[in-house]
């Protein structure tokens, strides 16, 4: 039997029954979906209709596995103990497969040879020699690392012979490849370590300015606004100068991480301030106050909680900017230097007209650095519209 009301009752043919969905039904369990889900579940399923989001939380994703792997990926320790000296300023090793000599069914690159030129004034001139074919391979033994409390020296790659340098060396011979990805590791460790300092400093602070409010609001507001009107350059040429010539390059990281998070806790503190200055009127506050609880525990289980998923995107938000102060602070040189690998202190070889004239391949890093900015805003503000409940979504 087949009923003639398409889309309406199901149709059937046999002992089979299809059951056809109306377009009104659709849409009411649509509906229903939408309003019965978590604001967690509202905010991914507004964040991933944003291609534009979506793609650089893939690239960002990629970046952050890049960095924390960083040892692994890297065929050869990205300080002076893994430097090539015979191949000082040299230009990257783009793998191949074929040649004037014929095909490889493995990728190789050619070895080369050092000698002073006389049309240099007696430079050192690297010459490629095409007799020599050093062979890609994979998972090779190398320098020793550390992942966690465990030991590995197994490398994703590395040649049968000699060295392979993808981006290139720096004037040392330092590998490039290797040291821009531990520099995106050290800038993501800066970000998360000032990233968590002013977190908690905002949490705290702007908790109790918006939770008490009068004089104490007040006095913490002035604070706040003496904070921010601190200009960052001269703040860190006095700390430059104040940080001692003999610490550790791990001893100036956190420093600089922890100076970083100290001047960076305002702008959070005033939103967390503005959300409890709205919610500590409701009736639910009123409620735990009349049973007794703590101003610390109504803060910490039922004021925080209801705006968690903003306080999250505004920390998504601050990290490139706290990665760009690291970057820019050891570009100037007030921030980490040698051993350290970071983006800004990398970016410090590209300042000479040497370099932008001879060796463009140390400008490798800043495209990394471009892309890791840009996808932590572009991620950003996906969130930011995606937690927007009254930001046109549907």
Request: charged content about 20%; overall charge neutral; aromatic content about 12%.
């Amino acid at each position: 039997m087949t009923l003639d009301s398409p889309g309406k009752l199901p149709a059937t043919t046999g002992p089979h029954v299809e059951i056809v969905e109306t377009e009104d039904a659709v849409e009411r369990r649509a509906r229903e979906a939408y309003f019965t889900a978590s604001q967690r579940q509202l905010i991914w399923s507004r964040f991933r209709k944003n291609r534009t989001a979506m793609t650089a939380g893939l690239l960002l994703i990629v970046l952050v596995l890049m960095g924390l792997f960083a040892p692994f990926l890297s065929p050869y320790d990205p300080t002076v103990a893994g430097r090539d000296r015979d191949y000082t300023n040299g230009a990257p090793q783009v793998p191949r497969f074929c040649d004037d000599n014929g095909c490889s069914l493995r990728p190789f690159i050619y070895g080369v040879t050092r000698e002073r030129s006389l049309a240099t004034n007696f430079r050192w001139v690297t010459a490629i020699d095409t007799e020599d074919r050093r062979y890609l391979q994979l998972f090779v033994t190398g320098w020793e690392y550390k992942l966690g409390p465990l030991t590995f020296d197994r490398h994703l790659f590395g040649v049968d012979e000699g060295f392979i340098h993808l981006f290139g060396t720096d004037d040392t011979g330092k590998d490039i490849f290797s040291r821009t990805l531990h520099a995106i590791y050290t800038s993501l460790a800066v970000g998360t370590l000032g990233v968590l300092i002013s977190f908690v400093l905002a949490l705290v602070i702007g908790g109790i300015a918006g939770y008490f409010g009068g004089v104490i609001d007040a006095v913490i507001q002035m604070v706040t606004d003496a904070i921010r009107t601190i200009p960052i350059i001269p703040l860190f040429m006095a700390v430059a100068a104040f940080i001692p010539q003999e610490w550790s390059s791990e001893t100036r990281f956190f420093f600089i991480s922890i100076i970083i998070g100290f001047i960076n806790w305002p702008t959070l503190a005033r939103r967390v301030r503005t959300h409890l200055l709205v919610e500590r009127n409701q009736d639910y506050v009123l409620a735990a106050q009349l049973q007794g609880a703590s101003a610390g525990h109504i803060i910490r289980r039922h004021l925080l909680p209801s705006f968690t998923s903003y306080i999250i995107v505004d920390l998504v938000i601050s990290f490139p900017y706290i990665v760009l102060s690291e970057t820019a602070l050891s570009f100037i040189g007030l921030g980490l230097k040698d051993p350290v690998n970071s983006l800004g202190v990398m970016l410090q070889n590209t300042t000479s007209a040497d370099v932008l004239l001879n060796y463009q391949w140390y400008f490798i890093p800043v495209l990394f650095f471009i892309a890791l900015v840009m996808a932590f805003v572009y991620v950003g503000d996906g969130l930011r519209d995606a937690a927007d409940p009254y930001g046109g979504h549907k």
